[in-house]
């Protein structure tokens, strides 16, 4: 099996415990063990530091630093030499300093200064940890979270979408808080919001369709499959074939006419930032939420399993990285062993944590095992 996307080297620099960490990798799985607090999750999340936002625990530049921001203007970086299709590229994420004390964002592509979508775009990845264990019981907005993230996996121009959609919206929110009742200025930003709104809902209903699809092809096995619905107003009005021009107009006289009700609650009562992802557990016909715990993980797996062999069967988009924090925790040996099956068998890396290096025997020579331990890592194989 030829891996296509890969990092073959991976630096951290003042990343959380990580003063100095530097892994240079092939393209086989890497299994991260040691003890809790060792610093296995902060190196899961200083990969997702090259995704757009703010990587898996939505933390802030200054957090990540290493010593969490006591000096408030210390610098970090994340630097990841990426093999894609066999060609190198250079991805780099971090703060700087800014002249004036303060502290900036950094992304970098070769050297050069890049956007959150070219990074994005070159090393594609979706991610579990443990705190998604309860994304199916958990708040809607974590869900919507989750699969815009999804999305953007696939569609790097949502991001701007969905900015533009939320900026609109704060504009307007903050007129009628103020009682601004300017027909103009707020039709304008209501168009706006119908505008980005409508191409927000549209690509989630594309990302829908291609992870259904990617799902049904899915072999029956230890991972059950879903079924996939989004809820919201917009996303429906797509699902019945709505033209989007018709979605926009439909949505910008929803709300014109809701500025009093949007004024009185003080946020806009709908739109795609309400809508959520549903899913139900295809064979036992249960919605996720009634599922155990184990099998509410099972079909997150099964979920991000066939995200990446949706993106890897677009010609737009490719091979991704899976990365999966306490990849072992829920999982019975069988079913782990069928789990590492599925990981190979994906044309991207895949990064794994545990506690215990056991945990990944059924990798055997198949994987590169790293030990970790205090912000320090060591070979093993
Ligand atoms: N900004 C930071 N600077 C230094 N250490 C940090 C920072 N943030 C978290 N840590 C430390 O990192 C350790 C946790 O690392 P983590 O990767 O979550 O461990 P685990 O190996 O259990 O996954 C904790 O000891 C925590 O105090
Ligand atoms: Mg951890």
Known sequence: MTHSLYVARLTLTDFRNHAALDLVLDARPVCLFGPNGAGKTNIIEALTMLAPGRGLRSASLVEVARGGGQDRAQPWAVSARVVQDGEETILGAGAERTPEGGIKRLARRNGMPATAAELAEAA??????????????????????????????????HGQSAAAYERAMRERQRLLSDRVFDAAWLGGLEREMSAHGAAVAAARVETLHRLQDAIDARPTGAFPKAILALDGSLEARFERGAKSADVEEEFAELLRDMRGRDAGAGRALDGPHRSDLKARHAAKDMDADQCSTGEQKALLLGLCLAQARALADDPGAGASLILIDEAAA???????????????????????????????????????????????????S
Do not use: K, Y
């Open 124 to 157: 594609r990845m979706t991610w579990l940890t443990p705190a998604m264990d309860r994304l199916w019981s958990g708040p809607a907005g974590d869900r919507r979270r989750f699969f815009d993230r999804l999305t953007l996996a696939r569609a790097a121009e």
């Open 330 to 380: 829920h999982l019975d040996s069988v079913r782990r062993a069928a789990l590492f099956d599925e990981l190979l068998a994906n044309p991207g890396q895949a990064w794994l944590t545990g506690t215990d290096e056991g945990l990944f025997e059924a990798f055997g020579e198949r994987a590169q095992m790293f030990e970790v331990r205090d912000g320090c890592v060591h070979i093993r």
